[in-house]
């Protein structure tokens, strides 16, 4: 389970728990290789969506250099 590219390594999946229990899960798409990232850049989705939507982008960030993380809520 996971995407890849040509900078980016293997897609992670983890989960947190908000204060009230729910399971929270957040995708994170590292450089590959240990690279160093420019920056962390966090996408924060709207209503209706789910973080794994956003994976094309998190790849093209991860060519620019970018490190991503994204997390689902409600």
Do not use: K
Request: aromatic fraction near 8%; hydrophobic fraction near 40%; avoid cysteine.
């Amino acid at each position: 389970m996971g995407s890849q590219n040509n900078t980016g390594a293997e897609m992670r999946i983890s989960h947190l728990s908000a204060p009230d229990g729910t399971q929270l899960t957040v995708r994170d798409w590292p450089l590959a290789g240990g690279a160093v990232a420019r920056a962390t850049v966090l996408i924060v989705h709207g209503l209706g969506e789910h973080s794994g939507r956003y994976a094309a982008l998190a790849r093209q960030l991860n060519d620019w250099g970018f490190a991503v993380r994204a997390y689902d809520q409600f």
